[in-house]
């Protein structure tokens, strides 16, 4: 048995985790997360200069919190590892110089981890875990792409958003309705009560240079922009603000985005399955429409568990996991953190001279 403490901090959520691997079958011993929403919602998002200092406050109490619940102690802990990259710098920073310490005090192995690949990797702990290659639809606050998974877990990249994540459209159109932070969650209750064909929103393309559009990738800011535009239309107007329609109406497009793209990526490439993770896959309405459209062209569709869609460590500690199941894979204890680095460049995490 493999046992790893994970540590991230990459935006707002300060959280660790004691996950361990026996056979091939990821099991969690704890998952400690102390959302900082409360504090960055007064602001309408995430204050980065506060993240960092809440996180600083935090780290400490959630680890040892995360090594209490799992009943382990530092001597049992193979390896540990933390976020590196994308997110916020200062943020990151806290995450990863505590997992450095603790690996320098403690003599263990680092791994510095790629934050989307933690991302793919919590779909280990579904039940029943697709077998690379296949085609991974990742949506968060920070982030729309599509990536191909292969066989020896290498990344490419297929499609992104040009401009605004699908979770940060969420955060936008709902302060633009008046909801409270996060919009994700906020607009997809406000939806439920709402007629989700009530308005015509636009579902935005790129242009190819080459002429016609790129298949695989997405823009959300035409689609936020029209919801401004047709708020400040019903506003003008004097008549109460149909919420609960306009929510519904986004959402919908938005995952009818989403599941449209994916699924041509998934045909166009020959594959069979679908991974769906990342805060956004929370999302109900995107998760059965996905599972419905897909099933009609014999597309299998796995989606991250419900609670460890959106940030946690967890996910972090089974990609840490996986990589070990690969190979020999350690970080230099001299690896910093970098606000950006595309996943097809994960690797370089664990070059002997570091990438950052
Ligand atoms: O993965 P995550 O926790 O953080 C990033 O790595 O960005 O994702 C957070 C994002 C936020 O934009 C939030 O509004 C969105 O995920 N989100 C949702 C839902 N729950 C969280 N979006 C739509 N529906 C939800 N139920
Ligand atoms: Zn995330």
Same mark, same amino acid.
């Given at each position: 048995m493999t046992k790893v403490l994970a540590i991230e901090t990459s935006c707002d959520e300060t959280a660790a985790s004691v996950v361990s691997n026996k056979k091939g079958i990821y099991t969690i011993n704890s998952n400690v997360v102390a959302s900082q929403i409360k504090d960055h919602s007064k602001w309408g998002g995430v204050v980065p200069e506060l993240a960092a200092r809440k996180h600083l406050e935090l780290i400490h109490f959630v680890i040892s919190e995360?090594?209490? !619940?799992?009943?382990?102690?530092?001597?049992?802990?193979?390896?540990?590892? #933390?976020?590196v990259a994308p997110g916020l710098v200062g943020s990151l920073r806290i995450g990863s110089v505590a997992a450095r310490t603790l690996c320098a005090f403690y003599s263990k192995p680092f791994l510095g981890i790629h934050h989307l690949e933690g991302h793919l990797s919590s779909i280990l702990f579904s039940e029943n875990p697709p077998k690379p290659p296949f085609i991974v639809l990742l949506v968060s606050g920070g982030h729309t792409e599509?990536?191909?998974?292969?066989?020896? &877990?290498? %990344?490419?990249?297929? =499609?992104? #958003?040009?401009?605004? /994540? /699908?979770g940060e459209a969420f955060d936008k159109v709902g302060r633009l309705l008046g909801l409270s932070y996060? =919009? =994700?969650p906020a607009i997809e209750k406000a939806a439920k009560e709402?007629?989700? *064909?009530? *308005?015509?929103? +636009?579902?935005?393309?790129i242009s190819d240079k080459k002429g016609g559009f790129l298949k695989y990738d997405f823009s959300f800011s035409g689609l936020k922009t029209a919801v401004l535009r047709l708020t400040e239309k019903i506003n003008k107007?004097?008549?109460?603000? +149909?919420?609960?329609?306009?929510? /519904?109406? *986004? @959402?919908?497009? !938005?995952? @009818?985005?989403?599941v449209e793209r994916s699924i041509n990526c998934v045909i166009d490439n020959d594959l069979l399955d679908l991974v769906v993770v990342g805060g956004v896959a929370a999302n109900n309405t995107l998760r059965k429409m996905m599972?419905?459209?897909?099933?009609k062209k014999s597309i299998r569709v796995h989606l991250a568990p419900l609670y460890l869609c959106t940030d946690n460590a967890a996910m972090i500690g089974a990609a840490a996991l996986s &990589?070990?199941? %690969? =190979?020999?894979?350690? #970080? #230099?204890?001299?690896?910093?953190?970098?606000?950006?680095? +595309?996943?097809? @460049?994960?690797?370089s995490l664990y070059h002997k001279i570091p990438p950052f």
């Open positions: 995360a090594i209490e !619940v799992a009943d382990v102690n530092y001597q049992e802990i193979d390896v540990i590892a #933390s976020t599509l990536i191909k998974v292969g066989e020896r &877990r290498e %990344m490419e990249r297929l =499609g992104r #958003s040009y401009d605004d /994540a /699908a996060p =919009g =994700g709402g007629d989700s *064909f009530k *308005f015509d929103l +636009p579902k935005c393309k107007n004097n008549v109460t603000l +149909p919420i609960e329609d306009i929510a /519904a109406s *986004f @959402e919908r497009v !938005v995952a @009818e985005v989403l599972i419905s459209e897909a099933a &990589r070990l199941n %690969m =190979g020999d894979y350690e #970080s #230099s204890l001299k690896l910093g953190v970098s606000a950006r680095l +595309p996943i097809d @460049e994960a690797l």
